[in-house]
Structures are given as C-alpha cells and as structure tokens.
C-alpha cells in the first residue's frame, strides 16, 4: 500500500539534494560515459588533473585524494601507460613507491580538456548576472565548506573594492530583516551611511573593511570621524556561513587599531539589545555600555544601545 505520511524535513532535505545532483550533473554533461566530448570519463578526467597539477603523486596518495578504489585506480593508470599518456619513476623517499607523471603526450591531451572545461563553465556564468554569478559562486563555495571534514577558517580583511559599498547594504538589509525582522528603515539608515562613506570619507581618518573568503564576501565593518577626538565604529557585519570563525572579533580589532594610529581618544558605537553575539564581540573588545533607550523604528521594539571604548 502507498505510505500517505507527509513527508519529514529530513526526507524533503534528502529529495532536494538528489534532485540537484542530477540536475547539475546533467548541466556540465557528466552523465554519460564521456567527459567534455573527450574520450575520457570523469574520473578519469579527475585523476588526469592530479598528474597535471600536482607533482611528485603516487597511486596511493591519488587514490585517497579521490577516494578511489585501488584496484580500479590501477587498471586506470595502466590504461594510460599503454596509451603512454602516463610514466613511472621511482620515489627517492620510498623504494615501495612509483612517482606517476604525465607524458608529454599527456599533457597535450588534457591540455584542451582544462580550456573546454574552463570555456564551458565561463560560458555558463556569462549567461547571468553578476549578482547571479556571485550569488553561485558563494552558493559552490558554501556547500564545499559545511560538507568538507574540515571547513576552512582561512579568510582576509581589504579595502572595499567597487561593488562592495552596494553589497553592505543589501546583505544588512536582507540579513536583518530575515534574522530580526526589521524593515526598510534598517536598509534606508545604512544606505545612509555607507553611501556617506563612499563619497565624503577621509581616508587618513576613515576606513571600512570587507572580509572574504575565497573570493566570497562575509563581513564588513567601518570607522568613521566624529569630531576630531571621536570615532564611530558602524556597520559591523558577519554572514552566517563565517560566523564562530573570529571574523567579527578581527574586523572590531582592525577598527581599534586603525583609530588609534589615527590619533583618536575614543570610539563610541550604536547597536541593539537584541544583536546578542555583536554586543559580545564589543564587550570583549573593551567597550562600556553607556546608555540605553527603547524604540521601534525598525520594525520590532528593542532598546539602542550607546557603548564607548576608550583609546
């Protein structure tokens, strides 16, 4: 008989994850046998692009790096010694051990195989635009990382770049207003300030920050003037996929840092009692809270908060 339960999160999480992998799986056309309109499969392409780009590997190090089966890695690799695509040497650290190496034969074979791959997915992200390319991008990137036995906690602060001004102030506006519920106020308020920033800061004096990882925005922060002793740190904001990283914690610090080489004697701050971990994240750094009124210009009622660091 047909199971008429309504489906579970778990099973509705599960059936869009297959439905992506054939999805996508179809879109870069390795559902067939062959990879690229080559004569190479997938996983053959995969382990050709280990020999291409690392060197000094061995069948067992390939074999882990893909997960492989030994014994079907190793008919692979002889496929390709026949075809002399492929040569042994011996290891210098491990007599038990061959160092594989492309041929030049086949270098020049995968050779167009990376430039097809590397037009094709051009090709692909061409086609949308550039919030959509992002937007995928950050998409990839943030799947490998939840998914990998260890995510990556590498990431860096830089200047903003052009762009970047229009992506602070549309991620505090939809991270907000999914997070906390706020309105358009929250949007039109930083709109304010970072369009302010853009066009009237003084770099000796002011400055913001924009953290990414692999090439993905996550956070960003800025110092702006007050009066010639004053400075305020606004606009502080770390995307969930970075958070538990440090990444608030350094950007506050670049700001401290910065204000004092600057000349500044003290930093002063605006936030809400709801933002828990930002308030932690200052706290930490040093900052007294000072003052507190209730208020509901965005949305929700919530109390401001003035808090002050001396420098």
Known sequence: MPNDAPPTPSDRRVAAVRAFNRFYTRRIGVVG???????????????????????????SQIGAALDLDAGYLSRMLRRFEQDRLL??????TDKRQNILALTSAGRAAFAPLEQRSRQEIGAMLAALPEPAQEAVVGGMT?????????????????????????????RHGALYAEEYNFNHKFEALVAQIAGAFLTEHDPKRERAWIAERDGVRIGSVFLVHKTDDICKLRLLLVEPSARGFGVGKRLVEDCVAFARQAGYRRMTLWTNDILVAARG???????????????????????????ELDL
Do not use: C
């Open 142 to 170: 943030t799947i490998a990382r939840l998914l990998a036995e260890q995510p990556s906690r590498d990431w860096h602060s830089r200047h903003p770049a052009p762009g970047d001004i229009g992506w602070v102030i549309q």
């Open 281 to 307: 994240i200052y706290r930490a750094a040093g900052f007294k809270l000072v003052s507190t009124e209730p208020h509901s210009d965005f949305g929700p009622p919530m109390v401001g908060e003035e808090w």
């Open 33 to 59: 046998q062959a990879y690229l309109q080559s004569r190479f499969s997938l996983t053959e392409v995969r382990v050709l692009y280990e020999l291409a780009h690392n060197h000094g590997l061995t069948a």
């Open 87 to 92: 040569q042994r040497g011996p290891s210098e």
